[in-house]
């Protein structure tokens, strides 16, 4: 491996272990038990949403993975005055920046930098001031990625979701143009100085194009590989990632 190509760094989303616990209304499964088991297995980091609605991740899992973690913590959270304040009060190792519609299922798109850059520009402060590593989620897109970069943030995380629902419906074409589109902005960011992470949708089919490129620093993935638990454990799921990682990088 050259100087080029560092460690690719995993991070394990914990969200849909909350939305299985939060199906029953109960306390099981426990994030926080699945955030250290992930810890345990080698993870990278430990990413967890907290929507406004609270649907997966609520704020007692924040404070719990705050005070139990000695790996870095990544919080994603919407731009909003209330998810500052959180941001700021745990002050964890990065926070990502994510667009939420009430009514998505998930994350459908990347931030709108571009129109926003004032209020990100101020929303990103006080941030950065607090020690925390900024990061926004973008599609891979030239504009966006550019207003990233004059607004402040250290970190620009691509939106694999195109490239991955392509991948998955057997769309070859359409999937390797997204690739192309992927590949390309993150050498592009990677220029510009930021540091570029991927994430969304990434499966073990999917994952090795991606953990190919250079720039990228940083895969974020869970919705596969806590559905991959329920069969193999999160142990055995995260090994096969990395393994997949791995190689791709090799
Ligand atoms: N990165 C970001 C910014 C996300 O919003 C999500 C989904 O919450 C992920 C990564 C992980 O996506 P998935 O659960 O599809 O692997």
Redesign the pocket.
């Known amino acids: 491996m050259s100087h080029l190509t560092p460690r690719l760094r995993l991070g394990v989303?914990i969200?849909?272990v909350a939305t299985l616990r939060n199906a029953r209304g109960g306390v099981a499964p426990d994030p926080l038990r699945a955030a250290l088991l992930a810890q345990a297995a080698g993870a990278d980091g430990i990413?967890a949403?907290l929507r406004e609605d609270r649907r997966h991740i609520r704020d007692a899992d924040i404070d719990a993975l705050v005070d139990a973690l000695t790996i870095p913590l990544n919080l994603?959270m919407a731009a909003t005055d209330e998810m500052q304040a959180i941001a700021l009060r745990h002050r964890p190792h990065a926070v990502?920046i994510?667009p939420e519609k009430r009514e998505e299922r998930?994350?459908e798109g990347g931030l709108e930098v571009a129109a926003d850059q004032h209020h990100l520009r101020d929303f990103i402060a006080p941030l950065k001031d607090a020690g925390c590593r900024v990061s926004l989620?973008v599609a891979p897109d030239r504009a966006q990625i550019e207003a990233s970069y004059a607004v402040g943030a250290a970190v620009v995380?691509l939106?694999s979701g195109a490239y991955c629902d392509f991948h998955d419906a057997g769309q070859q074409d359409a999937r390797d143009a997204e690739l192309v589109r992927l590949r390309d902005m993150a050498a592009f960011a990677h220029a510009l100085g930021l540091e570029v992470h991927v994430?969304?949708?990434?499966t073990y089919g999917s994952v090795g194009p991606v953990a190919a490129f250079p720039e990228v620093r940083e895969l974020?993935?869970?919705?596969?590989?806590i559905g991959e638990a329920v069969f193999t454990g999160l142990p055995a799921a995260m090994a096969e990632m990395r393994r997949r990682m791995d190689a791709a990088r090799a």
């Open positions: 989303n969200d849909h990413t949403h994603e990502c994510v998930t994350t989620f995380e939106h994430g969304h949708g990434l974020n993935i869970g919705h596969f590989l």
